[in-house]
């Protein structure tokens, strides 16, 4: 019987009906869904690791003791993990080892549109892309099997179509764990120079095997039909191509890495016209174009940026396109911004009021960067707030500027890597403010947990730590603890830390509303006083919205939405906002 699932879910129940008995991750749309659903599975240990590197350094060590292992993360963790990765593929692995990354074309939900089948090739590994969720199930005992094989990781690559459709999925027969032996072998997992220039050479001779394994397994496969168009593509995109050319012949792979020359060859002279779709970079067509085989139609009429559509492919070949239904003119425009409630809103509104140059990092309070709060001039990576501002505050003394950076970072991300550059900045007398927002949880990827929560990925309660001490204990002699819900005390503090030479940490402490279901009394306009002068409106709130009262607009809260956080209120001089009448023990 079939399960209507999505691919992270296939994933992770594959993961537990393939032998795997340890995973680690960090979360990170779109691959947050894979670990989560192996904890509701519970049949196979997990965990959320501080970061990338953390979970895959974790997860090779399991390989190392012999059990199956999986590290999750999306496309931009690969950068943070890929320093262990570079030694891993020299390495191999003792039990099967799958590193699932989650790619983001279109940028969803991610700062840029890295493509990972770039690092398969970087590193030598052999990766999957699987095209639905029976794949995604597949694929994961596949890459188990080609992994203990050929003795080598094995990158598992979705994006995020194929990590959250839903499809039907049928489930083999359960493999029971079985932790293999684990040895002392300095040669293999010691590299030492010595043993490195031995285990390069085995590496290129792993790939030339794989390159042989490409052309016979049953994961690349040929569907021949009309020969005048034939089609080379893999993953989400074989679904695209479908649609739009049914009756090409097809080449999917679903082994990406190395490439089947040979099968990829006879193909080609097959078709009257060879075709290549791939989302993002040409990694096929780079490849293909060096092997001297010809492509008539490529990246040179496919962009390079954003999803591939069956309308960008029947564009491509000269097709005529499905035209879709026009939108509205002139609808409104709602960008996102911070939910109502969030303890963000407060501080992001000094900060946009003090005018400070804002150093951000990458959270939900990223959203402080749009207008009109306006209050985040930078942001470039997990971690990097406090590093950058500790750049800009050198070159400011440089250049003979006086003005103090402000980083903000979130808890998470702090203990993801912003620890390493606090530390950098107390040891190289810095000169920077830097607020970090605790708010308990991942709140950004949907209220994971990480070590200063309190619990652990399966809900068990471990150590929390207290972000207030580690501050210190890596040097700082300035923290300072806030409430960004009171605007007056969080002005004053921010401005004591511009005003302090040196190093100055505040720490404001107010769980996310929504992972904790925080909920205070809801407010009311008073009209008799509001003006309508539209100030509090700056906090760009969605329970705030106008109302026509007379000639005038004035404001009005909408009480399905208010979460009774009292920032408006507080930015208003005519005492027009107060807590709703019937609602004060809400």
Request: net charge neutral; proline share 5%.
């Amino acid at each position: 019987m079939k399960k209507i699932i999505s691919g992270n879910e296939a994933i992770a129940l594959s993961f537990g009906d393939s032998g795997g008995v340890f995973a680690s991750g960090y979360p990170g749309t779109p691959s947050t869904e894979v670990l989560e659903e192996v904890a509701r599975i519970g049949e196979v240990y997990c965990e959320w690791a501080s970061n990338e590197k953390v979970a895959l350094e974790a997860v090779i060590g399991a390989s190392i003791a012999g059990g199956r292992c999986l590290s999750t993360m999306k496309h931009v963790g690969v950068n943070v993990a890929a320093d262990a990765l570079m030694t891993l593929t020299y390495t191999g692995v003792n039990a099967g080892l799958i590193l699932m990354v989650s790619d983001d074309p279109g940028q969803h939900s991610s700062q840029n549109e890295q493509d990972s089948r770039n690092y398969a090739k970087f590193a030598k590994v052999p990766m999957l892309d699987p095209a639905d969720s029976q794949e995604a199930y597949d694929f994961v005992r596949a890459g188990f099997e080609i992994s203990e094989q050929f003795d080598t990781p094995l990158m598992l690559r979705t994006t995020t179509r194929i990590a959250h459709a839903k499809g039907g999925v049928e489930q083999k027969v359960k493999i029971k764990p079985v932790v293999g032996e684990w040895v002392k072998n300095v040669p293999k997992y010691v590299m030492l120079p010595n043993y490195g220039k031995i285990k390069h050479v085995e590496v290129e001779a792993r790939l030339l095997k794989l390159k042989e394994f490409a052309e016979t397994t049953s994961l690349n496969r040929i569907e021949m039909d009309d020969t005048d168009l034939g089609i080379l593509t893999s993953g989400v995109s074989y679904q695209h191509v479908k649609e739009a050319c049914p009756n090409a012949s097809v080449l999917k792979l679903g082994l990406v890495h190395p490439l089947p020359e040979k099968m990829i060859r006879e193909f080609s002279a097959k078709v009257k016209r060879f075709m290549i779709v791939e989302e993002m970079d040409g990694i096929f067509e780079e490849q293909i174009r060096a092997m001297g085989i010809r492509v008539d139609v490529g990246k040179d009429r496919i962009s390079y940026c954003g999803e591939v559509s069956p309308d960008i492919i029947r564009a491509a070949l000269g097709d005529a396109i499905t035209k879709s239904a026009s939108p509205v003119a002139d609808l409104p425009q709602r960008p996102p911004t911070f939910c109502p409630g969030c303890a963000h809103r407060g501080l992001f509104t000094i900060l946009s009021k003090l005018n400070v140059f804002v150093s951000g990092d990458i959270g939900c309070y990223t959203l402080g960067a749009l207008p009109p709060i306006s209050a985040m001039h930078s942001s470039i990576c997990m971690g990097a707030s406090i590093s950058a501002a500790h750049g800009m505050a050198k070159v400011n003394a440089i250049a003979g500027r006086t003005e103090k950076p402000v980083a903000v970072i979130g808890d998470s991300t702090f203990f993801h890597s912003g620890m390493t550059g606090l530390l950098s900045l107390a040891y190289n007398a810095g000169n920077a403010l830097v607020i970090i927002m605790d708010n308990r949880t991942t709140a950004m990827t949907g209220g994971q947990d990480n070590p200063g929560s309190g619990q652990v990925l399966k809900g068990e309660i471990s150590q929390q730590v207290n972000i207030v001490d580690l501050v210190k204990v890596l040097g700082i002699e300035h923290v300072v603890e806030i409430n960004s819900y009171n605007l007056a005390e969080t002005e004053a503090s921010i401005k004591k830390g511009l005003e302090t030479p040196g190093p100055y940490v505040l720490v404001d402490k107010n769980p996310c509303i929504l992972r904790y279901r925080v909920k205070q009394p809801m407010l009311s306009v008073d009209h008799q006083k509001c003006t309508g002068c539209r100030v509090c409106l700056k906090v760009t709130c969605v329970a705030l919205g106008l109302v026509a009262d007379g000639d005038k607009m004035k404001v009005q809260i909408d009480p399905n939405i208010c979460n009774g956080c009292g920032v408006c209120a507080q930015l208003c001089k005519f005492d027009a906002m107060s807590v709703a009448k019937g609602r004060e023990k809400q």
